[in-house]
């Protein structure tokens, strides 16, 4: 009888029962809701040495960007740190990569919306660095160049972000990703509106409000008629403009969007102001101040404290303007949002100590942040 081959009896590999999306998502966010300093060498390793459970950690961390940035941002570097650590491997191919991409992309991210330039470019160069070592970069580094052109945006190089937009947009188009697409779109539509191109804007704006070619999620849809409701009021169709506002605000309740909210808050006390409504105006800038530092949006806070303290002043409250002032100043010195020596900010300062709101520093000192911050 012929000799027949032997069959080695290997020790069966363990594979895990696959979770659910759901399963999945509940179980990051537990891991997430551990403190970092409590959270255990074993934890960690069971939820960020498999690829599943650390996609799920960054569906929830992206839902969570434009809620809590500042949590985003602290959960982001660590992974990033974590999946740099030599040897580290996660997955069988370019998965440690694409993970260490993800988080640097989502430290940029939260970066910007924390109002830090440095930091959020210098996270976009470690995402883009990243992702070129995967096998298919192309949709992961165009949402790096979206980060970045939206960094351009805040930073007022209207004239890039027009040139190149385009192009991302239909980058977006060819990769059918139908988020980033509408996302693009806004982000042309904020560009027209600042460079004084409103009915390019209003049309862009009502056409991701519609949402009549592709579905658009509510948060761009609230964030469109926001936007849609501030061209109306610098056109003084201020009554229209309330009427935007309130269409916008289930859509961001419904997206749970605290960062647009505070920003509706003071497009709402800007067009009372207009209206006249200085007292109505007056408590929907504190309401937004107030949404803006608890999110940790430090320059936001700043340029809008100097706005509020100029209404004071004209309702001739000027202590509680010299309050707002003196609030404002430390984060516009350490972000250095104005150049060294800017004698508006000089003649604050003396103005806080004097007790007496200088009325001309402030206006030139707020008209100057709004053109370039």
């Not at 179980?27 to 300093?37: M, T, V, W």
């Not at 069988?92 to 993800?102: A, N, P």
């Not at 949002?337 to 000089?346: D, K, L, Y």
Request: hydrophobic content about 45%.
């Amino acid at each position: 009888m012929p000799n027949q081959g032997r069959v080695l009896a290997f020790p069966a590999r363990h594979i895990a029962k696959p979770l659910s999306r759901a399963e999945a998502l509940a179980r990051a966010e537990a891991y997430l809701a551990i403190p970092a300093e409590k959270r255990t060498t074993l934890s960690e390793s069971t939820h960020l040495e498999d690829a599943e459970m650390l996609s799920s950690i960054f569906a929830v961390l992206r839902d969570r960007l434009n809620v809590v940035p500042a949590e985003v941002f602290a959960e982001a570097k660590s992974l990033y740190d974590w999946l740099s650590v030599p040897r580290r491997a996660v997955g069988f191919f370019d998965e440690s990569d694409y993970f260490r991409g993800e988080s640097a992309l989502l430290a940029g991210g939260a970066a910007r919306l924390l109002g830090s330039r440095e930091e959020t470019e210098r996270w976009l160069d470690r995402a883009d660095a990243c992702f070129r070592h995967t096998i298919n970069p192309a949709p992961m580094l165009a949402r790096v160049a979206y980060t970045r052109l939206a960094l351009k945006f805040d930073m007022r190089r209207y004239e890039e972000v027009a040139e190149l937009v385009p192009s991302l947009h239909l980058t977006f188009g060819k990769l059918a990703m139908a988020e980033d697409y509408w996302k693009c779109r806004f982000l042309e539509a904020m560009t027209l509106k600042d460079m004084g191109n409103l009915d390019g804007a209003v049309g862009a704006f009502e056409e991701i409000a519609c949402g009549a070619q592709l579905p658009v999620d509510d948060a761009l849809k609230g964030l469109a008629l926001i936007n849609l409701g501030n061209v109306r009021s610098g056109q003084g169709n201020h009554e229209l403009a309330l009427m935007a506002y309130s269409e916008a605000l289930p859509f961001l309740k419904s997206a749970n969007r605290p960062l647009s909210l505070a920003d509706l808050k003071a497009m709402v006390a800007e067009t009372l102001a207009l209206l006249g409504k200085v007292d109505q105006a007056i408590q929907a800038y504190r309401e937004a101040v107030a949404d803006y530092v608890l999110l940790g949006s430090t320059t936001r806070v700043a340029y809008l404290r100097l706005v509020l303290a100029e209404v004071l002043v004209g309702a001739g409250r000027h202590r509680e303007a010299e309050w707002e002032v003196a609030a404002a100043l430390p984060t516009i010195d350490a972000e250095k949002m104005v150049p060294e020596g800017f004698a508006a900010v000089a003649l604050l300062r003396e103005s806080v100590r004097q007790r007496k709101a200088n009325p001309q520093a402030l206006s030139e000192l707020r008209q100057y942040l709004q053109t370039t911050n």
